[in-house]
C-alpha cells in the first residue's frame, strides 16, 4: 500500500523547537518530491515546502511564512523526510501533512497529518 | 504569488444535487491546478490534477475543468460522502498556493 506517516507533532513553547518526519512506503521514494501542508484550526490548507530528490540535487522550496525558520532534509534510505522548525510561533500551530508529489506536482498521496501547538 | 480565489465559501446541499465550485487564478497557469478533499479527521484527498485528469479510483460523478485563470469543479450528483470542505491548488509556480476553500454542507 502507498503512504506516508507523519510524526513527530507536539506542544512546544514560541521560540521553541520541533522536528517532524514523513516516512514512506509502498513506492520508490527516492524518485519522488515531498510537500508539507499544514492546516491551522479553522483555516485552510497552506502549502509549507518542497523537499527534491536526487535528481533535482535534493534542493528545496519553502513558503514566505517559514523560510529562515524551517529546514527541509531527507535520508532516502530510510525513506523519510525531515521538517526541522526553529523559532517557532503561535501561528505556526496547525496539523502538518506530509504528501508525495505526483505529476507536474500536485499532491497525490497524502498522510493522516501531525499536530503542532505553539503555546505558552 | 499567485492568489488563488474559490467561490463560494459555504454551499448547501442536497443529496443529488449538482454542484459547481469555481476557482480563480491571479495568473494564467495553464492548467497545472489539483481539487482535493477534506474532510474531518480524515486525510486530504486528491481528486482531479491537470485540472481535469480524475485520480484513479474517484469516483466519475466528479469532474473538473478550465484553463489559463478560470477552473471548475463538478459533483454531478451529490453522494453522502461528498459533504466535506473541497479546495483548488496552482502548482504552475512557486510557492505552490490553495484557495480558501468551499464547505459543502447539508
Known amino acids: 500500500e502507498v503512504q506516508v506517516v507523519e510524526s513527530g507533532g507536539g506542544l512546544v513553547q514560541p521560540g521553541g523547537s520541533l522536528r517532524l518526519s514523513c516516512t514512506a512506503s509502498?513506492?520508490?521514494?527516492?524518485?519522488?518530491?515531498v510537500d508539507w501542508v499544514r492546516q491551522a484550526p479553522g483555516k485552510g490548507l497552506e502549502w509549507v515546502g518542497r523537499s527534491r530528490n536526487k535528481i533535482s540535487s535534493y534542493t528545496t522550496e519553502y513558503a514566505a511564512s517559514v523560510k529562515g525558520r524551517f529546514t527541509l532534509s531527507r535520508d532516502d534510505s530510510k525513506n523519510s523526510v525531515y521538517l526541522q522548525m526553529n523559532s517557532l510561533k503561535t501561528d505556526d500551530t496547525a496539523v502538518y501533512y506530509c504528501?508525495?508529489?505526483?505529476?507536474?506536482?500536485?499532491?497525490?498521496?497524502w498522510g493522516q497529518g501531525t499536530t503542532v501547538t505553539v503555546s505558552s | 504569488d499567485i492568489q488563488m480565489t474559490q467561490s463560494p465559501s459555504t454551499l448547501s446541499a442536497s443529496v443529488g444535487d449538482r454542484l459547481t465550485i469555481t476557482c480563480r487564478a491571479s495568473e494564467n497557469i495553464i492548467t497545472y491546478l489539483a481539487w482535493y478533499q477534506v474532510r474531518p479527521g480524515k486525510a486530504p484527498k486528491a481528486l482531479i490534477h491537470k485540472a481535469s485528469t480524475l485520480e484513479s479510483g474517484v469516483p466519475s460523478r466528479f469532474s473538473g475543468s478550465g484553463s489559463g485563470t478560470e477552473f471548475t469543479l463538478t459533483i454531478s450528483s451529490l453522494q453522502p460522502d461528498d459533504f466535506a470542505s473541497y479546495y483548488c491548488q496552482q502548482y504552475n509556480s512557486y510557492p505552490l498556493t490553495f484557495g480558501g476553500g468551499t464547505k459543502v454542507e447539508i
Open positions: 509502498g513506492f520508490t521514494f527516492s524518485d519522488r518530491l
Open positions: 504528501t508525495r508529489t505526483g505529476g507536474a506536482g500536485y499532491s497525490d498521496v
